[in-house]
């Protein structure tokens, strides 16, 4: 349902994104695995609609959404858990997730259900509802983090770089969460440098570096592959 | 090059020469206009240098403009200080007031500079208005006797307006320029190449007041009067903006464009102040929405003239 | 036995603060929202005096009924300006922001001058002037009105900032700017309302203060110091914040006047905001 096609992005001078070539289909849980400035927050950028592309196309569900501001973006069904959660730590739990809904007044209206969904999967932040954001643990706001993502009821949720900062243990916790997201039709695009964990849980897999995807393929056979170890991804 | 670079010097040779002259022959306007024209030369060079290029925007620097001429009046008149001697002095206490500010206003960057400047001239503002001194609330008015002549007050102008420009021109391209310039644009960065910001920014500090104290003089001298009211006033800041950016932000040509265009301006709205003000402040909003290099930075740019000053 | 006068006096103090940090309201609207500088914030609020003024005198009106009025002139004012003069500067070009809202300043201070000359104006309602007795204290009644309305205005302004999505999106922005893009928010949007309302704060300071005290085409002047004095004193991190520094600002400036004689009041009072800025710019009480 998401095509990204040859799709090229700068900062300025700089070219981050080399011909770019990725898709995402229905109920997936798509990897893209990179080292550090690989290009992977620049590609989450220019999805959403903060950096606009130089040259490609982004399709979204058959319509090209490469120019469209964030907000019409994140109507049509996108939404993204940024790199470092990037909270409003002076806010509430509950002020954080309710700023989701803040582009469409319909949306406004179906705040309590919203909320109801979010506390079912995450119900440790009903319990801090009214907490303050910064007060929280990292795994706790990294789950806001996803629960805020998860207000607008998107299609397919980006997810970058989620492990940062978190003990492994609450990180495979959020991996199940992610396939228990992903079982009720939401489509994840997970994006991260902690391979093994990740690619035990995708459904396809694609690597990038240095701005060009390398490679791409079934997760099992990625993980046995020693060649993408070694070349992309830096060893174990 | 070479030639150009002669050909502008032999033009400024000449202009020196023709201003050093002509008075002599030309009429009162003429005389008055120009003493005005030097007068916000003198004032605005510095003030465009260290907005422009250290990043120093003083909204208050007309506090040292009416010490100058708080010191000039006071000294000539209760103390037969020499008029000339009076200038030094009235240069000597501005910087002097300065030295003293530098140390809390000077660990301030940015807007909260600017706002400390307008606060502290608005402090000596009151201040001055409750002290007895300088006259309170009246202010102080020359007598007769203390006027020195138009002429000698035009040579003074010239002479301050030539120092303010070479000063501009010679720590631009000084060592303490190219610091300043480097605090102007990364204040970090240039501390960390081991730049004493503090340091420098003073130097450039004391300096200007001084030179805007010695410009008070030339103040008092030519209308005669000083008060707290229009002596603080942010009528001066206003000038000294609409000046610098209309004439050529950073520039150093601008100011002499802008003195010369605000006192035309001046000419023409006479008697009416505070139209002439609205004026400004329109000009200024527009200038800064199309034309925010003002005029010569305007020309600069057509030319492609590639010296930033 | 307590000496009655000095209660008097810190509870005009406290009063005063309370209508002091009416103009600060107004700062924390763009300071701490947008990180700009309006340098005629004061000017605005001498604006709406004069507007009341005009109401007054020619047609009668009440001031105090004026006030909504003047809000939302007000308001309608801080939109269109952030919309057209100040929104295409964003972000960064703090400077630039400072000197085109400077222009502005002059020139509404001398447009004023123009329209109303410089003799002082006062709103000036005989009824306002007669005093209420609690206990042993005198207070004139217009304290207690100007009091109240700073009072509401804070009750309301901080109950927007809390309760309204709106607010909630005013107090985020400043601190994740980008986060609240990728939440398809409009910080430009934002701002146009920030700035409405900050305008219109300053139009209420202005209506409460025309009511107690002489009022000049410059005062805007005075007025833009004392909102900075009580921000930085009372920091940008909440506009709880900004009455205590609105308290201290009018302590400092009731006191002052007390101790050493009506020029000083000023003198005290700006001597305070200038050793409060010196110590810590980003406010003694709160995170900037």
């Excluded at chain 2, 009246?138 to 030539?162: D, E, H």
């Excluded at chain 2, 480097?182 to 190449?193: K, N, R, T, V, Y």
């Excluded at chain 3, 005063?16 to 609020?45: P, R």
Aim: charge should be positive; include cysteine.
């Amino acid at each position: 349902m998401l095509e990204i096609n040859d799709l090229c992005a700068s900062y300025g001078e700089l070219q981050i994104l080399h011909n770019i070539n990725l898709k995402v289909g229905s109920s997936q849980i798509v990897a893209l695995l990179g080292p550090n400035g690989a290009g992977k927050t620049t590609l989450c950028k220019v999805i959403i609609g903060l950096i606009p592309p130089k040259s490609g196309s982004i399709v979204f569900y058959g319509e090209k959404i490469n120019n469209l501001p964030t907000d019409e973006i994140i109507r049509r069904g996108i939404t993204i858990v940024p790199e470092g959660r990037r909270l409003f730590g002076n806010l509430s739990v509950r002020d954080n997730l309710e700023l989701a809904l803040y582009i469409s007044k319909a949306e406004r209206r179906k705040l309590k259900d919203r909320l109801e969904r979010v506390f079912n999967i995450f119900p440790v932040l009903k319990e801090r509802e009214k907490q303050l954001a910064r007060s929280l643990s990292g795994g706790e706001q990294q789950m806001l983090a996803i629960g805020r993502a998860l207000m607008t009821n998107p299609k397919l949720l980006i997810a970058d770089e989620l492990s940062l900062g978190l003990a492994p243990k609450i990180f495979i916790n959020l991996l199940n969460l992610m396939k228990k997201i992903r079982d009720e039709g939401v489509s994840i695009l997970l994006i991260d440098q902690n391979v093994k964990q990740v690619l035990e849980i995708a459904d396809w897999a694609y690597v990038i570096e240095s701005g060009r995807i390398r490679m791409e393929g079934d997760p099992k056979q990625l993980l046995s592959n020693e060649y993408i170890w070694k070349a992309y991804l830096g060893g174990l | 090059m070479f030639f150009k670079e002669k050909s502008i010097f032999i033009f400024i040779v000449l202009v020196l020469f023709a201003l050093l002259i002509v008075p002599i022959q030309a009429g009162d306007i003429f005389v008055s206009n120009a003493i005005l024209i030097f007068f916000y030369i003198a004032i605005t060079e510095l003030w465009n240098f260290m907005s422009a290029h250290v990043a120093l925007v003083s909204l208050g620097s007309q506090m040292f403009i009416a010490i100058g001429a708080y010191t000039t009046a006071i000294a000539m008149m209760r103390y037969g200080v020499p008029f000339l001697a009076s200038i030094l002095l009235a240069g000597l206490v501005s910087s002097f007031l300065a030295a003293i500010f530098c140390f809390p206003l000077l660990r301030m960057r940015g807007v909260y500079f600017a706002i400390a400047t307008l606060l502290v001239s608005e402090l000596l503002s009151r201040c001055f208005s409750a002290w007895d001194y300088v006259g309170g609330g009246a202010g102080i008015t020359m007598r007769g006797a203390f006027y020195v002549s138009r002429m000698s007050l035009y040579y003074v102008a010239l002479c301050l307006s030539i120092i303010s420009i070479l000063s501009v021109y010679f720590i631009y391209k000084s060592k303490i320029g190219y610091a300043l310039r480097a605090i102007g644009c990364d204040w970090e960065a240039a501390s960390e190449l081991g730049v004493d910001e503090f340091k420098y920014k003073s130097i450039c500090f004391i300096l200007a007041s001084f030179l805007m104290g010695m410009t008070g003089s030339v103040y008092i001298q030519y209308t005669g009067y000083i008060d707290p009211i229009c002596g603080f006033s942010l009528a001066w800041t206003t000038n000294i903006a609409f000046i610098v950016i209309l004439g050529g932000y950073g520039r150093l040509v601008g100011p002499i464009i802008g003195s010369i265009l605000f006192v035309l301006l001046l000419n023409f709205l006479a008697g009416y102040i505070g139209l002439t003000l609205i004026l400004e402040g329109i000009i200024i909003v527009a200038l800064l929405f199309f034309f925010p290099d003002g005029i010569w930075g305007w020309i600069a740019r057509k030319r492609y003239i590639k010296s930033p000053i | 036995m307590m000496d009655l006068s000095f209660i008097n006096l810190i509870l005009h103090g406290i009063f005063l603060g309370g209508i002091f940090a009416c103009l600060g309201y107004g700062v924390f609207m763009w300071k701490g929202v947008m990180g700009i500088i309006n340098a005629a914030h004061g000017d605005f609020a001498v604006l709406a005096s004069y507007i009341c003024f005009l109401l007054l005198e020619f047609y009668g009106v009440d001031p105090l009924l004026a006030l909504p009025l003047v809000i939302i002139l007000m308001f309608t004012l801080g939109f269109v300006i952030q919309k057209y003069m100040i929104n295409r500067f964003l972000p960064g070009n703090i400077t630039r922001i400072l000197l085109i809202t400077f222009a502005l300043s002059v020139i509404t201070q001398n447009s004023l001058q123009i329209l109303f000359t410089v003799n002082e104006r006062s709103l000036y309602v005989s009824y306002y002037r007669r005093s209420i007795t609690l206990g042993y204290l005198n207070i004139p009644l217009v304290y207690l009105l100007s009091f109240t309305i700073a009072i509401i205005t804070f009750i309301i302004l901080y109950l927007f900032l809390t309760r309204t999505l709106l607010g909630k999106a005013m107090r985020a922005i400043p601190k994740d700017i980008e986060a609240a893009k990728m939440l398809g928010i409009n910080p430009a949007n934002i701002y146009n309302y920030s700035m409405g309302i900050s305008v219109a704060l300053a139009g209420i300071a202005g209506v409460i203060l025309g009511l107690l005290y002489q009022f000049d085409p410059f005062t805007g002047v005075s007025y833009m110091v004392i909102s900075l004095g009580v921000v930085i004193i009372g920091g940008l991190g909440s506009i709880k914040g900004t009455i205590v520094g609105g308290i201290a600002t009018g302590l400092a400036y009731v006191l002052g006047g007390y101790f050493l004689g009506p020029l000083f009041q000023y003198v005290v009072c700006y001597l305070l905001i200038l050793i409060a800025l010196i110590i810590k710019p980003t406010g003694l009480f709160g995170g900037g």
